[in-house]
């Protein structure tokens, strides 16, 4: 990751289904130092840009957990419904 310590670190919960579902808060993304995305549920989440798909996303299966470093907009969408959590390091 970006720093060794961070001075905010926020997390919550989304459920994300057949649509494109923003993951990452409203807050501006390039102030951020990296995400990490958990799916809880057993219905495969893949992640990607405003346009992912469940044919162009990065696949999580359950318990997977992923960290990307830098400020980007995340979007999730499921072939079900997914519980995705979310922590955001700033």
Do not use: C, K
């Not at 289904?17 to 130092?33: D, I, K, Q, Y």
């Not at 995400?35 to 992640?47: A, E, G, H, M, R």
């Not at 470093?69 to 079900?80: H, M, P």
């Amino acid at each position: 990751m970006a720093r060794g310590y961070f001075d905010i670190l926020s997390n919550h919960a989304v459920s994300v289904g057949t649509s494109a579902t923003h993951l990452t808060t409203a807050r501006v993304p390039t102030e951020r130092n990296a995400v990490l995305v958990q799916n809880t549920s057993t219905d495969v989440l893949y992640i990607g840009g405003s346009t992912v798909t469940t044919a162009n996303g990065v696949r999580l299966g359950q318990n997977e957990h992923i960290v990307i470093e830098g400020g980007v907009a995340l979007y999730g969408i499921s072939a079900g419904t997914s519980n995705v959590r979310v922590i955001e390091f700033q």
